[in-house]
Protein backbone atom coordinates (compact mmCIF):
# COMPACT_ATOMS: atom_id res chain seq x y z
CA UNK A 1 0.00 0.00 0.00
CA UNK A 2 2.87 2.35 1.29
CA UNK A 3 4.25 1.71 -2.60
CA UNK A 4 1.46 2.38 -4.32
CA UNK A 5 0.60 5.79 -2.39
CA UNK A 6 4.49 6.70 -3.20
CA UNK A 7 4.13 5.89 -6.97
CA UNK A 8 1.11 8.39 -6.81
CA UNK A 9 2.69 10.80 -5.12
CA UNK A 10 5.65 11.20 -7.29
CA UNK A 11 3.51 11.04 -10.02
CA UNK A 12 0.66 13.49 -9.54
CA UNK A 13 4.17 15.73 -8.33
CA UNK A 14 5.67 15.14 -12.14
CA UNK A 15 2.55 15.52 -13.62
CA UNK A 16 1.84 19.03 -12.10
CA UNK A 17 5.43 20.28 -13.25
CA UNK A 18 5.15 18.83 -16.83
CA UNK A 19 5.49 21.65 -19.89
CA UNK A 20 4.78 20.22 -22.81
CA UNK A 21 2.49 17.35 -24.30
CA UNK A 22 5.43 15.40 -25.52
CA UNK A 23 6.30 14.69 -21.68
CA UNK A 24 3.18 14.48 -20.17
CA UNK A 25 2.89 11.62 -22.88
CA UNK A 26 5.81 9.97 -21.65
CA UNK A 27 4.67 9.81 -18.13
CA UNK A 28 1.32 8.46 -18.63
CA UNK A 29 3.32 5.36 -20.67
CA UNK A 30 5.53 4.80 -18.03
CA UNK A 31 3.14 5.40 -14.78
CA UNK A 32 0.55 3.55 -16.50
CA UNK A 33 2.00 1.38 -18.81
CA UNK A 34 2.81 -2.55 -18.62
CA UNK A 35 6.41 -2.06 -17.70
CA UNK A 36 5.48 0.88 -15.26
CA UNK A 37 6.19 0.96 -11.46
CA UNK A 38 2.79 0.47 -11.09
CA UNK A 39 2.38 -3.05 -12.72
CA UNK A 40 5.54 -4.22 -11.32
CA UNK A 41 3.83 -3.12 -7.48
CA UNK A 42 0.90 -5.19 -8.74
CA UNK A 43 3.57 -8.32 -9.29
CA UNK A 44 2.56 -8.75 -5.31
CA UNK A 45 -0.44 -9.68 -4.87
CA UNK A 46 0.77 -12.76 -5.54
CA UNK A 47 1.77 -13.04 -2.08
CA UNK A 48 -1.28 -12.09 0.01
CA UNK A 49 -4.08 -13.58 1.06
CA UNK A 50 -7.65 -12.99 -0.53
CA UNK A 51 -8.45 -10.18 1.86
CA UNK A 52 -4.99 -8.45 1.47
CA UNK A 53 -5.43 -8.90 -2.68
CA UNK A 54 -9.39 -7.41 -2.58
CA UNK A 55 -7.87 -4.20 -0.46
CA UNK A 56 -4.69 -3.88 -2.70
CA UNK A 57 -6.90 -4.03 -6.02
CA UNK A 58 -8.98 -1.19 -4.54
CA UNK A 59 -6.34 0.71 -3.80
CA UNK A 60 -4.45 0.40 -6.80
CA UNK A 61 -7.46 1.13 -8.90
CA UNK A 62 -8.08 4.23 -7.20
CA UNK A 63 -4.56 5.48 -7.95
CA UNK A 64 -5.12 5.00 -11.61
CA UNK A 65 -8.21 6.53 -11.94
CA UNK A 66 -6.60 9.79 -10.16
CA UNK A 67 -3.39 9.30 -12.17
CA UNK A 68 -5.66 9.39 -15.63
CA UNK A 69 -8.07 12.31 -14.20
CA UNK A 70 -4.44 14.23 -13.33
CA UNK A 71 -3.13 13.51 -17.01
CA UNK A 72 -6.34 14.10 -18.92
CA UNK A 73 -6.62 18.04 -16.51
CA UNK A 74 -2.93 18.48 -17.18
CA UNK A 75 -3.58 17.92 -20.94
CA UNK A 76 -6.41 20.77 -21.69
CA UNK A 77 -4.12 23.10 -19.43
CA UNK A 78 -1.26 22.34 -21.93
CA UNK A 79 -3.23 22.48 -24.97
CA UNK A 80 -4.72 25.79 -24.12
CA UNK A 81 -1.65 27.03 -23.32
CA UNK A 82 -0.17 25.36 -26.65
CA UNK A 83 -2.93 27.38 -28.75
CA UNK A 84 -2.85 30.75 -27.05
CA UNK A 85 0.98 31.13 -27.79
CA UNK A 86 -0.03 29.47 -31.25
CA UNK A 87 -2.77 32.46 -31.61
CA UNK A 88 -0.18 34.79 -30.05
CA UNK A 89 2.54 33.83 -33.05
CA UNK A 90 0.00 34.05 -35.86
CA UNK A 91 -2.06 36.94 -34.77
CA UNK A 92 -3.64 38.77 -37.95
CA UNK A 93 -3.97 42.86 -37.26
CA UNK A 94 -6.93 43.51 -39.34
CA UNK A 95 -6.79 46.97 -39.33
CA UNK A 96 -4.01 46.89 -41.60
CA UNK A 97 -4.77 47.61 -45.58
CA UNK A 98 -5.41 44.42 -47.39
CA UNK A 99 -4.04 42.93 -50.51
CA UNK A 100 -5.48 44.92 -53.70
CA UNK A 101 -6.99 41.47 -55.87
CA UNK A 102 -7.06 42.40 -59.51
CA UNK A 103 -10.26 42.64 -61.13
CA UNK A 104 -11.45 42.11 -64.76
CA UNK A 105 -13.51 44.30 -66.37
CA UNK A 106 -16.61 43.64 -68.02
CA UNK A 107 -16.35 43.50 -71.72
CA UNK A 108 -17.87 46.73 -73.65
CA UNK A 109 -20.11 44.65 -75.99
CA UNK A 110 -21.28 42.51 -72.71
CA UNK A 111 -22.04 46.06 -71.38
CA UNK A 112 -23.90 47.01 -73.99
CA UNK A 113 -25.89 44.36 -74.17
CA UNK A 114 -26.73 43.99 -70.60
CA UNK A 115 -28.04 48.10 -71.06
CA UNK A 116 -30.35 47.02 -74.20
CA UNK A 117 -31.50 43.94 -71.94
CA UNK A 118 -32.27 45.79 -68.90
CA UNK A 119 -33.60 48.58 -71.36
CA UNK A 120 -35.99 46.32 -73.38
CA UNK A 121 -37.22 44.27 -69.98
CA UNK A 122 -38.56 47.55 -68.52
CA UNK A 123 -40.91 48.06 -71.15
CA UNK A 124 -42.11 44.58 -71.51
CA UNK A 125 -40.10 42.65 -73.47
CA UNK A 126 -39.03 39.31 -72.60
CA UNK A 127 -35.14 37.71 -73.46
CA UNK A 128 -35.56 34.95 -76.50
CA UNK A 129 -32.15 33.05 -77.43
CA UNK A 130 -31.71 30.16 -79.90
CA UNK A 131 -28.79 27.37 -81.58
CA UNK A 132 -26.04 29.62 -83.64
CA UNK A 133 -26.10 26.67 -86.14
CA UNK A 134 -29.34 27.01 -88.18
CA UNK A 135 -31.11 25.35 -90.57
CA UNK A 136 -31.58 27.66 -93.93
CA UNK A 137 -35.78 27.19 -93.46
CA UNK A 138 -35.44 29.42 -90.04
CA UNK A 139 -32.45 31.26 -91.35
CA UNK A 140 -33.66 32.16 -94.69
CA UNK A 141 -37.04 30.46 -96.02
CA UNK A 142 -39.36 32.02 -93.37
CA UNK A 143 -37.99 35.14 -93.09
CA UNK A 144 -38.84 35.22 -97.15
CA UNK A 145 -35.98 34.32 -98.51
CA UNK A 146 -36.38 31.29 -100.59
CA UNK A 147 -33.73 29.37 -102.37
CA UNK A 148 -32.68 31.37 -105.66
CA UNK A 149 -33.81 34.83 -104.01
CA UNK A 150 -31.33 37.66 -104.85
CA UNK A 151 -31.54 39.59 -101.69
CA UNK A 152 -29.27 36.09 -100.52
CA UNK A 153 -25.98 37.54 -101.81
CA UNK A 154 -26.71 40.29 -99.34
CA UNK A 155 -25.78 37.97 -96.68
CA UNK A 156 -22.66 36.33 -97.11
CA UNK A 157 -23.11 32.71 -95.68
CA UNK A 158 -21.11 30.77 -94.08
CA UNK A 159 -22.45 26.95 -94.89
CA UNK A 160 -22.10 23.76 -93.34
CA UNK A 161 -23.64 21.88 -95.90
CA UNK A 162 -26.41 22.68 -97.98
CA UNK A 163 -28.99 23.17 -95.32
CA UNK A 164 -26.98 23.85 -92.48
CA UNK A 165 -25.14 27.04 -91.84
CA UNK A 166 -24.07 29.60 -89.39
CA UNK A 167 -27.09 32.28 -88.76
CA UNK A 168 -26.64 35.14 -90.46
CA UNK A 169 -28.75 37.00 -88.34
CA UNK A 170 -30.76 36.05 -85.10
CA UNK A 171 -34.38 36.35 -87.32
CA UNK A 172 -34.74 32.82 -86.52
CA UNK A 173 -35.11 33.18 -83.23
CA UNK A 174 -37.92 35.24 -84.41
CA UNK A 175 -39.85 32.74 -86.87
CA UNK A 176 -39.19 29.83 -83.67
CA UNK A 177 -41.11 32.07 -81.48
CA UNK A 178 -43.38 32.85 -83.91
CA UNK A 179 -43.96 28.91 -84.46
CA UNK A 180 -44.34 28.30 -81.04
CA UNK A 181 -47.18 30.64 -80.36
CA UNK A 182 -49.41 29.05 -82.92
CA UNK A 183 -51.16 31.74 -84.28
CA UNK A 184 -51.70 33.73 -81.16
CA UNK A 185 -50.22 36.96 -79.91
CA UNK A 186 -48.99 39.28 -78.52
CA UNK A 187 -45.39 38.53 -78.60
CA UNK A 188 -42.61 40.89 -77.64
CA UNK A 189 -39.27 39.98 -77.53
CA UNK A 190 -35.43 40.66 -78.08
CA UNK A 191 -33.00 37.80 -79.62
CA UNK A 192 -29.17 39.08 -78.31
CA UNK A 193 -27.09 37.15 -79.92
CA UNK A 194 -23.23 36.03 -82.00
CA UNK A 195 -24.08 36.09 -85.63
CA UNK A 196 -21.93 34.82 -88.37
CA UNK A 197 -21.02 36.39 -92.12
CA UNK A 198 -18.29 35.60 -94.54
CA UNK A 199 -16.77 39.18 -94.73
CA UNK A 200 -13.27 39.91 -94.67
CA UNK A 201 -12.46 41.82 -91.33
CA UNK A 202 -11.31 45.19 -91.47
CA UNK A 203 -11.85 48.47 -89.22
CA UNK A 204 -15.48 48.15 -89.18
CA UNK A 205 -16.07 44.69 -90.27
CA UNK A 206 -15.87 40.96 -88.50
CA UNK A 207 -17.18 37.88 -89.73
CA UNK A 208 -18.01 37.43 -86.40
CA UNK A 209 -20.06 40.34 -85.01
CA UNK A 210 -23.23 40.44 -82.50
CA UNK A 211 -27.32 41.68 -82.66
CA UNK A 212 -30.09 42.05 -80.84
CA UNK A 213 -33.18 42.06 -82.79
CA UNK A 214 -36.60 42.69 -81.57
CA UNK A 215 -40.21 41.83 -82.25
CA UNK A 216 -43.21 43.06 -81.13
CA UNK A 217 -46.85 41.13 -82.47
CA UNK A 218 -50.00 42.15 -81.83
CA UNK A 219 -53.15 43.69 -82.97
CA UNK A 220 -53.33 47.10 -84.03
CA UNK A 221 -50.05 47.84 -84.40
CA UNK A 222 -48.87 50.10 -86.47
CA UNK A 223 -44.91 52.38 -87.65
CA UNK A 224 -46.35 55.23 -84.50
CA UNK A 225 -45.36 52.06 -82.39
CA UNK A 226 -42.04 51.02 -83.78
CA UNK A 227 -40.64 54.85 -83.84
CA UNK A 228 -41.64 55.26 -80.64
CA UNK A 229 -39.54 52.80 -79.62
CA UNK A 230 -36.80 53.61 -81.85
CA UNK A 231 -36.73 57.10 -80.38
CA UNK A 232 -36.93 55.46 -76.21
CA UNK A 233 -34.13 53.41 -77.35
CA UNK A 234 -32.20 55.92 -78.99
CA UNK A 235 -32.53 58.26 -76.00
CA UNK A 236 -31.36 56.29 -73.09
CA UNK A 237 -28.18 54.68 -75.09
CA UNK A 238 -27.17 57.84 -76.32
CA UNK A 239 -28.46 60.74 -74.41
CA UNK A 240 -31.96 62.56 -74.13
CA UNK A 241 -30.48 64.90 -76.96
CA UNK A 242 -30.53 62.67 -79.62
CA UNK A 243 -33.51 62.25 -82.20
CA UNK A 244 -33.96 59.75 -85.27
CA UNK A 245 -34.77 59.65 -88.87
CA UNK A 246 -36.50 57.03 -90.63
CA UNK A 247 -35.54 56.76 -94.30
CA UNK A 248 -37.11 54.26 -96.77
CA UNK A 249 -34.93 51.02 -97.31
CA UNK A 250 -35.53 47.29 -98.16
CA UNK A 251 -35.33 44.21 -95.82
CA UNK A 252 -37.09 41.14 -97.66
CA UNK A 253 -38.66 40.14 -93.78
CA UNK A 254 -40.23 43.65 -93.62
CA UNK A 255 -42.46 45.61 -95.59
CA UNK A 256 -42.27 48.63 -95.25
CA UNK A 257 -38.28 49.04 -94.86
CA UNK A 258 -36.51 51.84 -93.07
CA UNK A 259 -32.99 52.74 -92.27
CA UNK A 260 -32.80 54.71 -88.71
CA UNK A 261 -30.27 57.50 -88.08
CA UNK A 262 -29.81 59.06 -84.94
CA UNK A 263 -28.54 62.85 -84.71
CA UNK A 264 -24.42 62.76 -84.07
CA UNK A 265 -23.80 63.07 -80.55
CA UNK A 266 -20.42 64.91 -81.95
CA UNK A 267 -21.33 67.87 -83.49
CA UNK A 268 -24.91 67.63 -82.37
CA UNK A 269 -26.07 67.20 -85.71
CA UNK A 270 -24.40 69.84 -87.41
CA UNK A 271 -22.00 68.33 -89.65
CA UNK A 272 -18.39 66.64 -88.73
CA UNK A 273 -16.25 64.11 -90.12
CA UNK A 274 -17.44 61.37 -87.82
CA UNK A 275 -21.20 61.66 -88.98
CA UNK A 276 -19.59 62.68 -92.98
CA UNK A 277 -20.70 66.61 -92.42
CA UNK A 278 -24.61 65.29 -93.14
CA UNK A 279 -25.39 65.60 -88.58
CA UNK A 280 -26.73 61.57 -88.87
CA UNK A 281 -25.50 58.59 -88.16
CA UNK A 282 -26.86 55.10 -89.36
CA UNK A 283 -27.44 53.13 -86.77
CA UNK A 284 -29.84 50.02 -87.56
CA UNK A 285 -32.70 48.58 -89.69
CA UNK A 286 -36.18 48.25 -89.02
CA UNK A 287 -39.69 47.93 -90.02
CA UNK A 288 -43.46 46.54 -90.68
CA UNK A 289 -43.25 42.24 -90.74
CA UNK A 290 -43.79 41.24 -93.82
CA UNK A 291 -47.80 39.62 -93.79
CA UNK A 292 -45.79 36.60 -95.68
CA UNK A 293 -43.64 36.05 -93.07
CA UNK A 294 -46.58 36.62 -90.32
CA UNK A 295 -48.38 34.11 -92.67
CA UNK A 296 -45.75 31.17 -93.06
CA UNK A 297 -45.14 31.48 -89.26
CA UNK A 298 -48.93 30.59 -88.35
CA UNK A 299 -50.16 34.25 -88.32
CA UNK A 300 -53.35 35.85 -89.93
CA UNK A 301 -51.65 38.93 -91.64
CA UNK A 302 -55.23 40.14 -91.37
CA UNK A 303 -55.65 40.15 -87.67
CA UNK A 304 -51.79 40.73 -86.46
CA UNK A 305 -49.63 42.93 -86.91
CA UNK A 306 -45.97 43.42 -86.21
CA UNK A 307 -42.59 45.43 -86.82
CA UNK A 308 -39.13 44.27 -86.28
CA UNK A 309 -35.60 46.23 -85.68
CA UNK A 310 -32.23 44.67 -85.85
CA UNK A 311 -29.04 46.12 -83.34
CA UNK A 312 -25.85 45.83 -84.13
CA UNK A 313 -23.90 45.89 -80.60
CA UNK A 314 -20.74 46.46 -82.36
CA UNK A 315 -21.84 49.65 -84.15
CA UNK A 316 -24.15 50.85 -80.42
CA UNK A 317 -20.80 50.10 -78.81
CA UNK A 318 -18.34 52.15 -81.14
CA UNK A 319 -20.79 55.15 -81.35
CA UNK A 320 -21.23 55.23 -77.31
CA UNK A 321 -17.49 54.67 -76.54
CA UNK A 322 -15.69 56.20 -79.35
CA UNK A 323 -14.34 52.66 -79.77
CA UNK A 324 -12.87 53.23 -83.66
CA UNK A 325 -11.96 49.96 -84.87
CA UNK A 326 -14.29 46.74 -84.10
CA UNK A 327 -11.14 44.52 -83.76
CA UNK A 328 -10.74 45.91 -80.52
CA UNK A 329 -13.76 43.58 -79.19
CA UNK A 330 -11.84 40.71 -80.24
CA UNK A 331 -8.50 41.54 -79.52
CA UNK A 332 -8.39 40.29 -76.21
CA UNK A 333 -5.59 43.07 -75.68
CA UNK A 334 -5.92 44.34 -72.11
CA UNK A 335 -4.38 48.05 -72.33
CA UNK A 336 -8.21 48.34 -73.98
CA UNK A 337 -9.83 46.21 -72.08
CA UNK A 338 -9.25 47.58 -68.75
CA UNK A 339 -10.23 50.87 -69.34
CA UNK A 340 -13.98 49.44 -69.09
CA UNK A 341 -13.31 49.09 -65.26
CA UNK A 342 -15.90 47.42 -62.99
CA UNK A 343 -18.33 49.66 -61.28
CA UNK A 344 -18.95 47.65 -58.27
Known amino acids: MD ?12 INDCQSLKDLNDLRVFYLGKKGPMQAAMKSMKDMTKEERAAFGQVSNKVKQDLTAAIEEKKQVLEEAEMNEKLKHERID ?7 LPLGSVHPLSMVREELEDLFIGMGY ?10 DHFNFELMNLPKGHPARDMQDTLYIDENTLMRTHTSPVQARTMLEANGQGPIKIICPGKTYRRDDDDATHSHQFSQCEGLVIDKNITMADLKGTLELFAKKMFGEKREIRLRPSYFPFTEPSVEVDISCHNCEGKGCPMCKYTGWIEILGAGMVN ?15 GFAFGIGLERVAMLKYGIDNIRNFYSGDL ?10
Open 126 to 135: SVAEGPEVES
Open 3 to 14: ELLKIQEEALGK
Open 335 to 344: RFLNQFTRKD
Open 291 to 305: PKVLEMCGFDPEVYQ
Open 94 to 100: ITLPSYA
